[in-house]
């Protein structure tokens, strides 16, 4: 019989950790005897790589707002300042897309990210909206066709590449971003 022990779990890396669960669930997918299953483990999948570059978004932005935090003249910049990390502030519109986050971090960085690896995660973040905010419109494309199954298997290399980009912008160079020798059992 299994005793109680007091267990604490911190996570260093919120977006390391969505990563790692959004492997998970991939492998999962690969392995699943039924259909049912293996699209609940790709939709989960997608929910998680897109978790994990947003995590990575909202880090590089707080960071670099945090470093010129008293030289900040935007007032939506000050705003998004207070914001992250404080749940009883609202963020800015502009914050509140993918689009939009994607455009404050090339703004505030004065780097663009490469068309191909935007467009890439903006599509991907796309379909995520569509199995988050699902409804009967969109029960073709998140059942049927068969393109869940296709993002999620591209996934890892959409987000792989995004969050590489995103460091690369901050002066992190690596060989592939953070996900190096990167499992899904962790």
Do not use: W
């Amino acid at each position: 019989m299994a005793s109680e022990q007091d267990v604490s779990l911190v996570s260093t890396s919120y977006m390391a950790e969505m990563f790692n669960d959004a492997l998970y669930y991939l492998h999962e997918a690969r392995n699943a005897s039924d259909e049912l299953t293996k699209h609940r483990y790709n939709r989960s999948s997608i929910i998680n790589f897109c978790t994990s570059a947003e995590a990575a978004m909202a880090k590089v932005i707080h960071k670099h707002l945090s470093q010129f935090k008293n030289e900040l003249r935007n007032r939506e910049d000050k705003l998004l300042f207070k914001s992250l990390n404080n749940p009883v502030i609202k963020p800015p519109k502009s914050f509140k897309s993918i689009p939009g986050k994607i455009e404050i971090i090339e703004r505030l960085l004065a780097q663009k990210f490469p068309e191909e690896i935007k467009k890439a995660y903006i599509q991907l973040t796309k379909l995520r909206n569509k199995i988050i905010h699902f409804d009967s419109s969109n029960k073709l494309i998140v059942y049927n066709d068969g393109i869940v199954e296709k993002m999620a298997i591209r996934a890892p290399q959409i987000v792989g590449d995004f969050i590489t980009q995103l460091f690369k912008m901050i002066g992190l160079n690596s060989e592939d971003g953070f996900q190096t020798k990167r499992v899904h059992s962790y």
